[in-house]
């Protein structure tokens, strides 16, 4: 079983990932930081095919930089469209955080959070730039259970909207499992 978020629109959107910073650096650069990262299989067989280790690899500096969002799509799941009312529905992935947050959270693991409030704060901007005044958008989140049980509907008691034109993220971001979120700006 795997959490999924949706993003469902009334038209085509770019798709890609945002607010990750890479930096590009040589194999060998980085094997002469790291070391031990030698054994690894994967570098075992980078370094098969390039002894020298010439080729570039992109590598964070730290998990906040490699913290970001990742739009795909539109997915080919025809059950989702009726569900959420729009006819291209994209998959939304939280690198390196999710996109539900506590407040509680910020002391005891403030890499964590500060990762996850990176992961909503690209969803944010990617919904500002894309959201149109006289359109909605639909964020869904439910659980995958395989290809042989159906995805689930949104529960309605739990739709709420989010209305771009006045919404600041606070401390905490609620998104409960079968729930959808109708985004609009006013």
């Known amino acids: ?8 629109a009334p038209r085509e959107l770019p798709t890609g990932t945002y607010g990750l910073r890479p930096r590009r650096i040589q194999l060998k650069d980085h094997l002469r930081a790291n070391p031990a990262q030698r054994e690894q ?20 500096d730290s998990e906040l930089d490699a913290a970001g969002l990742t739009v ?12 959420l009312g729009q006819p291209y529905v994209y998959l939304l992935s939280a690198n390196g ?22 992961c909503l704060t690209e969803l944010i901007r990617y919904l500002e730039a894309h959201v149109r005044p006289d359109e909605h958008f639909v964020l869904y989140r439910c659980t995958d259970r395989g290809w042989e049980t159906p995805l689930e509907p949104p529960r309605q008691e739990l739709e709420r909207g989010l209305d771009l034109s006045n919404y600041r993220l606070g401390a905490s971001f609620g998104w409960e499992e079968r729930q959808a979120i109708r985004v609009t700006r006013s």
């Open 1 to 8: 079983m795997t959490i999924m978020y949706y993003l469902a």
């Open 41 to 60: 299989p994967v570098v075992q067989i980078l370094l098969e095919q390039d002894p020298e280790g010439e080729q570039w690899l992109e590598s964070y």
């Open 72 to 83: 795909s799509g539109p997915t080919r799941l025809d059950e989702l469209v009726p569900m």
């Open 97 to 118: 955080g999710d996109f539900v947050m506590e407040e509680a959270w910020a002391e005891p693991h403030p890499l964590g959070y500060a990762c996850i409030r990176k």
